[in-house]
Protein backbone atom coordinates (compact mmCIF):
# COMPACT_ATOMS: atom_id res chain seq x y z
CA UNK A 1 0.00 0.00 0.00
CA UNK A 2 3.32 2.44 0.41
CA UNK A 3 4.55 1.98 -2.50
CA UNK A 4 1.31 2.66 -4.36
CA UNK A 5 0.92 6.05 -2.25
CA UNK A 6 4.34 6.60 -3.28
CA UNK A 7 3.87 6.01 -6.94
CA UNK A 8 0.40 8.47 -6.48
CA UNK A 9 2.33 11.13 -5.24
CA UNK A 10 5.67 10.96 -7.52
CA UNK A 11 2.77 11.05 -10.51
CA UNK A 12 0.96 13.93 -8.64
CA UNK A 13 4.39 15.84 -8.62
CA UNK A 14 5.61 15.17 -12.24
CA UNK A 15 1.88 16.54 -13.25
CA UNK A 16 2.38 19.44 -11.64
CA UNK A 17 6.08 20.26 -12.91
CA UNK A 18 4.61 19.42 -16.06
CA UNK A 19 2.09 22.41 -15.89
CA UNK A 20 5.29 24.65 -15.46
CA UNK A 21 7.25 26.70 -18.20
CA UNK A 22 11.33 26.46 -17.79
CA UNK A 23 11.19 29.71 -15.44
CA UNK A 24 8.63 27.98 -12.97
CA UNK A 25 10.75 25.02 -13.23
CA UNK A 26 13.86 26.73 -11.91
CA UNK A 27 11.97 28.76 -9.47
CA UNK A 28 10.29 25.67 -8.06
CA UNK A 29 14.16 24.45 -6.89
CA UNK A 30 14.65 27.10 -5.02
CA UNK A 31 14.02 26.38 -1.18
CA UNK A 32 10.84 27.55 0.18
CA UNK A 33 9.39 28.13 -3.34
CA UNK A 34 6.32 25.49 -4.16
CA UNK A 35 4.92 24.74 -7.25
CA UNK A 36 1.67 26.68 -6.90
CA UNK A 37 3.91 29.88 -6.05
CA UNK A 38 6.70 29.27 -8.72
CA UNK A 39 3.66 29.21 -11.22
CA UNK A 40 2.72 32.60 -9.80
CA UNK A 41 5.59 34.06 -9.61
CA UNK A 42 6.78 32.82 -13.11
CA UNK A 43 3.28 34.34 -14.79
CA UNK A 44 4.29 37.53 -13.11
CA UNK A 45 7.52 38.08 -14.41
CA UNK A 46 6.31 36.41 -18.09
CA UNK A 47 3.96 39.76 -17.79
CA UNK A 48 6.36 42.37 -16.64
CA UNK A 49 8.94 40.90 -19.62
CA UNK A 50 5.92 40.98 -22.12
CA UNK A 51 4.58 44.17 -21.23
CA UNK A 52 8.02 45.92 -21.60
CA UNK A 53 8.96 44.56 -24.44
CA UNK A 54 5.24 45.63 -26.31
CA UNK A 55 6.20 48.97 -24.67
CA UNK A 56 9.24 49.75 -25.87
CA UNK A 57 8.12 48.30 -29.50
CA UNK A 58 5.37 50.82 -29.41
CA UNK A 59 7.43 54.19 -28.51
CA UNK A 60 10.31 53.14 -30.20
CA UNK A 61 8.80 51.59 -33.66
CA UNK A 62 4.47 52.71 -33.55
CA UNK A 63 5.06 55.80 -32.67
CA UNK A 64 7.30 57.39 -34.78
CA UNK A 65 5.78 55.47 -37.99
CA UNK A 66 2.23 56.80 -36.81
CA UNK A 67 4.12 60.47 -36.58
CA UNK A 68 5.62 60.03 -40.10
CA UNK A 69 2.20 59.30 -41.58
CA UNK A 70 0.50 62.29 -39.34
CA UNK A 71 3.07 64.36 -41.15
CA UNK A 72 2.76 62.75 -44.98
CA UNK A 73 -0.96 63.59 -44.50
CA UNK A 74 -0.08 67.05 -43.82
CA UNK A 75 -2.25 67.16 -40.37
CA UNK A 76 -1.61 70.53 -38.79
CA UNK A 77 -0.24 70.43 -35.09
CA UNK A 78 -2.86 70.88 -33.29
CA UNK A 79 -4.62 67.58 -34.73
CA UNK A 80 -1.19 65.09 -34.50
CA UNK A 81 -1.58 66.16 -30.23
CA UNK A 82 -4.53 64.43 -29.38
CA UNK A 83 -3.98 60.96 -32.20
CA UNK A 84 -0.11 60.87 -30.75
CA UNK A 85 -1.64 60.80 -27.40
CA UNK A 86 -4.30 58.06 -28.20
CA UNK A 87 -2.07 56.07 -30.03
CA UNK A 88 0.35 55.96 -27.13
CA UNK A 89 -3.20 54.54 -24.90
CA UNK A 90 -3.48 52.15 -27.71
CA UNK A 91 -0.37 50.50 -27.14
CA UNK A 92 -0.30 50.96 -23.34
CA UNK A 93 -3.85 48.68 -23.63
CA UNK A 94 -2.58 46.39 -26.40
CA UNK A 95 0.41 45.44 -24.24
CA UNK A 96 -1.18 45.32 -20.97
CA UNK A 97 -3.74 42.88 -22.80
CA UNK A 98 -1.45 40.45 -24.56
CA UNK A 99 0.72 40.79 -21.24
CA UNK A 100 -2.05 39.66 -19.10
CA UNK A 101 -2.66 36.38 -21.50
CA UNK A 102 0.71 35.75 -21.75
CA UNK A 103 1.29 35.22 -18.22
CA UNK A 104 -1.52 33.08 -17.65
CA UNK A 105 -4.24 35.45 -16.50
CA UNK A 106 -6.62 35.17 -18.97
CA UNK A 107 -9.65 34.35 -16.92
CA UNK A 108 -8.55 38.22 -14.69
CA UNK A 109 -8.29 40.10 -17.90
CA UNK A 110 -12.13 39.14 -18.98
CA UNK A 111 -13.30 40.40 -15.41
CA UNK A 112 -11.25 42.92 -15.75
CA UNK A 113 -13.08 43.89 -18.89
CA UNK A 114 -16.48 43.09 -17.72
CA UNK A 115 -15.75 45.75 -14.85
CA UNK A 116 -14.14 48.13 -17.33
CA UNK A 117 -17.20 47.74 -19.23
CA UNK A 118 -19.92 48.22 -16.88
CA UNK A 119 -17.76 51.23 -15.65
CA UNK A 120 -17.71 52.78 -19.17
CA UNK A 121 -21.50 52.68 -19.11
CA UNK A 122 -21.91 54.27 -15.73
CA UNK A 123 -19.01 57.27 -16.59
CA UNK A 124 -21.01 57.52 -19.92
CA UNK A 125 -23.81 58.66 -18.58
CA UNK A 126 -23.00 60.59 -15.60
CA UNK A 127 -20.93 62.52 -18.37
CA UNK A 128 -22.56 63.29 -21.21
CA UNK A 129 -21.83 67.13 -21.88
CA UNK A 130 -18.24 65.83 -21.57
CA UNK A 131 -17.98 63.06 -24.17
CA UNK A 132 -20.54 65.76 -26.23
CA UNK A 133 -17.80 68.36 -26.43
CA UNK A 134 -14.80 65.43 -27.22
CA UNK A 135 -17.15 64.39 -30.44
CA UNK A 136 -17.65 68.24 -30.77
CA UNK A 137 -13.48 68.11 -30.48
CA UNK A 138 -13.07 65.49 -33.17
CA UNK A 139 -15.73 67.46 -35.52
CA UNK A 140 -13.28 70.22 -35.28
CA UNK A 141 -10.05 68.29 -35.78
CA UNK A 142 -11.73 66.64 -39.13
CA UNK A 143 -13.83 70.05 -40.31
CA UNK A 144 -10.79 72.15 -39.49
CA UNK A 145 -13.43 75.34 -39.11
CA UNK A 146 -10.44 77.25 -37.49
CA UNK A 147 -6.78 76.50 -37.18
CA UNK A 148 -4.64 77.39 -33.78
CA UNK A 149 -3.67 81.53 -34.78
CA UNK A 150 -6.93 81.95 -36.51
CA UNK A 151 -9.28 85.11 -35.23
CA UNK A 152 -12.53 83.76 -35.19
CA UNK A 153 -16.48 85.46 -33.96
CA UNK A 154 -19.24 83.80 -32.54
CA UNK A 155 -22.49 85.06 -30.66
CA UNK A 156 -21.25 88.12 -28.85
CA UNK A 157 -17.57 86.61 -28.78
CA UNK A 158 -14.22 87.10 -30.58
CA UNK A 159 -10.57 86.59 -30.26
CA UNK A 160 -7.77 84.39 -31.62
CA UNK A 161 -7.59 80.81 -31.05
CA UNK A 162 -4.58 79.63 -28.46
CA UNK A 163 -5.48 76.37 -28.03
CA UNK A 164 -7.47 73.52 -29.41
CA UNK A 165 -8.11 70.03 -27.23
CA UNK A 166 -10.65 67.55 -27.34
CA UNK A 167 -12.43 69.06 -24.61
CA UNK A 168 -12.07 72.71 -25.29
CA UNK A 169 -11.39 75.45 -27.21
CA UNK A 170 -9.12 78.51 -25.71
CA UNK A 171 -9.74 81.97 -27.28
CA UNK A 172 -7.78 84.77 -26.37
CA UNK A 173 -10.15 88.03 -26.72
CA UNK A 174 -8.58 91.07 -28.33
CA UNK A 175 -8.62 92.77 -24.35
CA UNK A 176 -6.18 89.89 -23.21
CA UNK A 177 -9.14 87.80 -22.01
CA UNK A 178 -8.84 83.83 -22.03
CA UNK A 179 -11.79 82.60 -22.67
CA UNK A 180 -12.22 78.55 -21.96
CA UNK A 181 -15.05 77.52 -24.60
CA UNK A 182 -16.60 74.01 -24.92
CA UNK A 183 -16.44 72.35 -27.93
CA UNK A 184 -20.04 71.96 -28.25
CA UNK A 185 -20.53 75.92 -28.26
CA UNK A 186 -18.81 76.05 -31.13
CA UNK A 187 -19.82 72.96 -33.22
CA UNK A 188 -24.01 73.56 -32.93
CA UNK A 189 -23.10 77.58 -33.36
CA UNK A 190 -22.54 79.85 -36.49
CA UNK A 191 -18.80 80.47 -36.60
CA UNK A 192 -17.19 83.78 -38.53
CA UNK A 193 -13.64 82.94 -39.89
CA UNK A 194 -12.47 86.17 -41.21
CA UNK A 195 -9.12 85.00 -41.90
CA UNK A 196 -9.85 81.66 -43.73
CA UNK A 197 -8.81 83.05 -47.20
CA UNK A 198 -6.15 84.18 -48.60
CA UNK A 199 -7.67 87.65 -48.62
CA UNK A 200 -10.49 89.58 -47.13
CA UNK A 201 -12.74 92.63 -47.89
CA UNK A 202 -13.28 95.21 -45.47
CA UNK A 203 -16.22 97.80 -45.81
CA UNK A 204 -16.63 101.46 -44.56
CA UNK A 205 -19.09 103.62 -44.32
CA UNK A 206 -18.40 107.51 -45.15
CA UNK A 207 -21.25 110.04 -44.90
CA UNK A 208 -20.26 113.23 -46.46
CA UNK A 209 -22.92 116.72 -46.72
CA UNK A 210 -25.90 116.86 -49.21
CA UNK A 211 -24.03 120.03 -50.90
CA UNK A 212 -20.95 117.91 -51.44
CA UNK A 213 -19.82 116.49 -55.01
CA UNK A 214 -20.85 112.83 -55.11
CA UNK A 215 -17.55 111.86 -57.67
CA UNK A 216 -15.20 113.91 -55.86
CA UNK A 217 -15.78 112.27 -52.33
CA UNK A 218 -15.67 108.91 -54.06
CA UNK A 219 -12.27 110.18 -56.26
CA UNK A 220 -10.93 110.64 -52.97
CA UNK A 221 -11.74 107.57 -51.30
CA UNK A 222 -10.54 105.40 -53.98
CA UNK A 223 -7.22 107.40 -54.54
CA UNK A 224 -6.33 107.06 -51.02
CA UNK A 225 -7.13 103.35 -51.10
CA UNK A 226 -4.70 103.24 -54.30
CA UNK A 227 -1.90 105.07 -51.99
CA UNK A 228 -2.20 102.56 -49.36
CA UNK A 229 1.08 99.69 -49.65
CA UNK A 230 -1.25 97.41 -48.03
CA UNK A 231 -4.44 97.59 -49.99
CA UNK A 232 -4.57 95.51 -52.79
CA UNK A 233 -5.23 96.76 -56.79
CA UNK A 234 -6.89 93.21 -57.57
CA UNK A 235 -9.63 93.42 -56.66
CA UNK A 236 -9.40 97.18 -56.96
CA UNK A 237 -11.12 99.65 -54.10
CA UNK A 238 -14.60 100.67 -54.97
CA UNK A 239 -17.36 103.11 -53.72
CA UNK A 240 -20.82 102.56 -53.75
CA UNK A 241 -23.80 105.29 -52.62
CA UNK A 242 -25.28 103.24 -49.86
CA UNK A 243 -28.00 105.69 -48.68
CA UNK A 244 -29.21 108.46 -48.16
CA UNK A 245 -29.58 109.33 -44.70
CA UNK A 246 -31.62 112.56 -42.83
CA UNK A 247 -28.33 114.18 -42.62
CA UNK A 248 -25.75 112.56 -45.20
CA UNK A 249 -24.86 111.22 -48.07
CA UNK A 250 -24.04 107.31 -47.39
CA UNK A 251 -20.28 106.41 -49.34
CA UNK A 252 -19.27 102.41 -48.85
CA UNK A 253 -15.73 102.04 -49.63
CA UNK A 254 -15.03 98.62 -50.37
CA UNK A 255 -11.39 97.51 -49.98
CA UNK A 256 -9.08 93.90 -50.14
CA UNK A 257 -5.96 93.38 -47.94
CA UNK A 258 -3.98 89.82 -48.26
CA UNK A 259 -2.68 87.83 -45.86
CA UNK A 260 -5.56 88.85 -42.93
CA UNK A 261 -5.44 89.02 -39.52
CA UNK A 262 -6.88 91.25 -36.67
CA UNK A 263 -4.02 93.07 -36.01
CA UNK A 264 -3.81 93.80 -40.02
CA UNK A 265 -7.41 94.38 -40.17
CA UNK A 266 -7.52 97.21 -37.29
CA UNK A 267 -4.18 99.27 -38.73
CA UNK A 268 -5.06 99.20 -41.85
CA UNK A 269 -8.37 100.05 -41.32
CA UNK A 270 -7.64 102.78 -38.94
CA UNK A 271 -4.54 104.37 -41.42
CA UNK A 272 -7.01 104.52 -44.72
CA UNK A 273 -10.07 105.91 -42.95
CA UNK A 274 -7.53 108.44 -41.28
CA UNK A 275 -6.17 109.55 -44.62
CA UNK A 276 -9.80 109.71 -46.37
CA UNK A 277 -10.44 112.29 -43.06
CA UNK A 278 -7.52 113.94 -43.94
CA UNK A 279 -8.24 114.31 -47.31
CA UNK A 280 -11.99 115.49 -47.42
CA UNK A 281 -10.37 118.65 -44.39
CA UNK A 282 -8.34 119.44 -47.34
CA UNK A 283 -10.94 119.54 -49.99
CA UNK A 284 -13.27 121.17 -48.09
CA UNK A 285 -16.01 118.29 -47.90
CA UNK A 286 -18.33 118.16 -44.61
CA UNK A 287 -18.60 115.02 -43.05
CA UNK A 288 -21.87 116.03 -41.16
CA UNK A 289 -23.31 114.74 -38.12
CA UNK A 290 -26.78 114.34 -37.09
CA UNK A 291 -29.11 117.75 -36.08
CA UNK A 292 -31.91 117.10 -33.90
CA UNK A 293 -34.53 119.57 -33.88
CA UNK A 294 -36.60 119.74 -30.74
CA UNK A 295 -39.99 121.64 -30.82
CA UNK A 296 -42.38 122.21 -28.03
CA UNK A 297 -44.64 125.11 -26.45
CA UNK A 298 -42.78 127.65 -24.34
CA UNK A 299 -45.15 128.43 -21.16
CA UNK A 300 -45.05 131.98 -19.69
CA UNK A 301 -45.78 131.68 -15.91
CA UNK A 302 -46.17 135.84 -14.24
CA UNK A 303 -47.00 136.38 -10.93
CA UNK A 304 -50.43 137.63 -9.86
Known amino acids: MSGVQANGDGAGGESAGESLGPLG ?29 LSLVGRLVVLPLVSRALDRREFDRHAQTPLLLATKIGV ?13 FGNFLVSMAGI ?7 IGLATQNVISNVVSG ?16 WDDYSGTVEDISLRVTRVRTFDNELL ?15 VDGDRLRLKFDFGIGYDDDIHQASAIIVAEA ?16 TE ?12 WIADPSRADFVRIRGEYVTSVKERFDEEGIDIP ?10 HTYTDA
Do not use: C
Open 138 to 153: VFIYTDKPFRIGDWIE
Open 180 to 194: TVPNSNLVDGVIKNP
Open 289 to 298: YPVRTLEGTV
Open 226 to 241: ERHPEIMDDPAPSVRL
Open 116 to 122: AAAAALA
Open 244 to 255: LGDSDVGLQSRI
Open 25 to 53: TRLETVDGIDAALAGTLEGAITFVVVFAL
Open 92 to 104: VFFAVAVAFGAGG
